[in-house]
């Protein structure tokens, strides 16, 4: 299987923000700035606290909310090179062949670890942090179907 692709910045900067969502420790962190909030307000409203404390967690959960929303999305896709290049990937049997016309890297299959599927990619993780962003664009049913499938048997099968 091959496909040709180039990233569009809207496509790259929303998947971005899926990884950071997903991420566990960004989760855990916006769920506990949420739950002191809702505490928060519920004891000012009852009076037993100033509003401080409430305003306090809302003015972290804005600043979270735009840190991951828009900050670190915008931060990565400026300083990645990779993002406005085109690419070819080949999947192989045993390994992943990504080339454009600086050069080509391959990956054997072992090396991923996970991957998620978003609206507009396939995000295909090395490490809890490292992955690749593969688009949909360029993808018919069939491609997304059989890559679907690859991927469940190529990375999946460690688990």
Do not use: C
């Amino acid at each position: 299987m091959q496909l040709s692709f180039k990233y569009e910045k809207g496509k790259v900067l929303q998947a971005l923000r899926y990884h950071f969502i997903w991420q566990p420790e960004i989760r855990v962190l916006l769920i506990l700035v949420i739950i002191f909030d809702i505490a928060s307000a519920i004891l000012y409203i009852i009076g037993k606290i100033r509003p401080e404390p409430f305003l306090l967690g809302s003015f972290i959960w804005l600043v979270f909310i735009i840190s991951f929303w828009f900050v670190l999305p915008n931060n990565i896709y400026k300083k990645s090179a990779t993002f406005k290049d085109s690419f070819i990937v080949d999947f192989g049997h045993n390994i992943i062949r990504l080339q454009n016309e600086k050069g080509y890297v391959e990956w054997e299959w072992e090396q991923f670890t996970r991957f998620f599927e978003s609206p507009n990619f396939f995000h295909i993780y090395f490490s809890t942090k490292s992955f690749f962003l593969l688009p949909k664009d360029n993808m018919n049913d069939d491609f997304r179907h059989n890559l679907r499938l690859l991927l469940n048997e190529k990375v999946n099968k460690k688990k």
